[in-house]
């Protein structure tokens, strides 16, 4: 993550006069069931997607409040970085895609039984979202539903 000092004039004014949204906290939830027994998705806001499968995120007023849909068996080499902000350092995604989905690392943790299963489905957001109302509202539930409709009882979000 860059230092504040690090972004551009233009960017270093946008968060001077941001109007910073305040939402009520979510509830914590424990997992009902230890880790090694636990079926895991992850989250990820690099906003990655399939080419040639998904519509690729939008640079819309707002941000892009969708997500995309990344099968547990994807190859993490052939998802398309989509995340639309111009301050996103794509290089180090680009180079290793476990960095925004680490995918093979999940695959490892369950190899060697330390977590239950990975989810069929994992999730991709595109960052930089300056309007999360929306995302509230329409994208946060229906990616709940999702993962529950997949059994998940644990969710990695790995936030780029």
């Known amino acids: 993550m ?5 972004l551009s ?7 001077a006069v941001y109007r910073w949204r305040r939402v009520k906290p979510s509830v914590w939830f424990p997992l009902a069931v230890p880790l090694r027994d636990a079926k895991v998705a992850l989250v990820t806001t690099a906003g990655l997607f399939r080419p040639g499968v998904d519509r690729p995120f939008q640079n819309v007023r707002g941000g892009d409040y969708s997500f ?6 994807a190859e993490l080499h052939t998802l398309a970085v989509g995340q639309t902000s111009d301050a996103f350092d794509r290089q180090p995604v680009e180079s290793d895609r ?10 490892q943790l369950v190899a060697i039984g330390e977590i239950g299963a990975s989810a069929p489905r994992h ?3 595109n960052g930089s979202i300056t309007a999360p109302g929306r995302l509230i509202r329409d994208s946060a539930p229906d990616a709940a539903r999702l993962l529950r409709d997949d059994g998940v009882q644990g969710a990695l979000l790995v936030p780029v």
């Open 123 to 125: 999730l991709s957001f």
């Open 2 to 6: 860059a230092e504040f000092a690090e």
């Open 68 to 73: 995309r849909i990344i099968p547990d068996d």
């Open 9 to 15: 004039l233009r960017h270093r004014l946008e968060m």
């Open 98 to 107: 476990n960095s925004a989905l680490p995918l093979d690392r999940l695959h």
